[in-house]
């Protein structure tokens, strides 16, 4: 089955700098990446995605980039503030498993004022 | 339209006692996923459901869980003598039925605790 790896596990960035968090798969087949943050005692909250046809997507200070060759994916914060601070889920979803998603480790981003 | 809901909130249990948690996805979506999250950890797979249908329980322990979608009401997720080491929060999240609809929407989670 799929196998996602996040790193790092912990992201500790100055407001207004830029934030990376990356994420590999195994699965060539996955063709859908979402992201997901999570505040503390809240719901995972879905804040962008990418399917494998498209090689990077961009939405204000959020984007995100895919390299089907090397099987990564990453997330890209410009301008961080601190209410970005919170949990950041990858995922990947493999074509022959419905809609289910097997997700990355987590990253704990704090973003210091 | 509602999002996902989930309850109860929290739940608390003695060891061997039953815990039911309930989902009801949002309107018009027909699938339906239980994921496990540790404290500090990911979210873990557990089971895909459509109606009246489990699609992939591979992520179900065997023995003490099940998983239902019932053509009326919510799915729920039964876990049986429960165990210390059942102590997490479980989510619910759901998706529409037609092709491409892969966004999963999450809903509050039921955190669990087993005394």
């Known amino acids: 089955g799929e196998n996602v790896e996040q790193h790092p596990s912990t992201l500790s960035v100055q407001e207004g700098d830029s934030a990376v968090i990356k994420c590999t798969y195994s699965d060539s087949a996955s063709n859908y990446f979402p992201w997901y943050k999570q505040e503390l005692g809240k719901r995972p909250q879905l804040i962008i995605d990418?399917?494998?046809?498209?090689g990077e997507k961009k939405d204000q200070r959020i984007a995100v980039t895919l390299n089907k060759t090397a099987k990564h994916f990453s997330l890209h914060i410009t301008e961080t503030q601190p209410e970005d601070s919170a949990v950041y889920f990858c995922a990947a979803r493999t074509n022959n498993a419905g809609n289910m998603l097997t997700f990355g480790g987590g990253t704990r981003l704090m973003v210091k004022p | 339209n509602a999002g996902v809901m989930q309850n109860p909130r929290h739940l608390v249990r003695r060891r061997g006692q039953e815990a039911r948690l309930r989902c009801s996805p949002m309107?018009?979506?027909?699938?339906v996923y239980w994921y496990r999250q540790l404290p500090e950890e990911g979210l873990k797979f557990m089971v895909y459901?459509?109606?009246?249908?489990?699609?992939?329980e591979s992520g179900m322990p065997k023995e003490r869980f099940s998983a239902e979608f019932p053509k009326e009401g919510p799915s729920i997720l039964r876990i049986q003598q429960v165990v210390r080491g059942d102590s997490a929060a479980y989510f619910c999240a759901s998706s529409p039925w037609f092709q491409g609809g892969e966004k999963l929407f999450f809903g509050s989670g039921t955190q669990l605790s087993v005394l």
């Open positions: 309107k018009g979506h027909s699938h």
């Open positions: 459901l459509q109606k009246e249908n489990i699609i992939d």
């Open positions: 990418i399917r494998s046809n498209v």
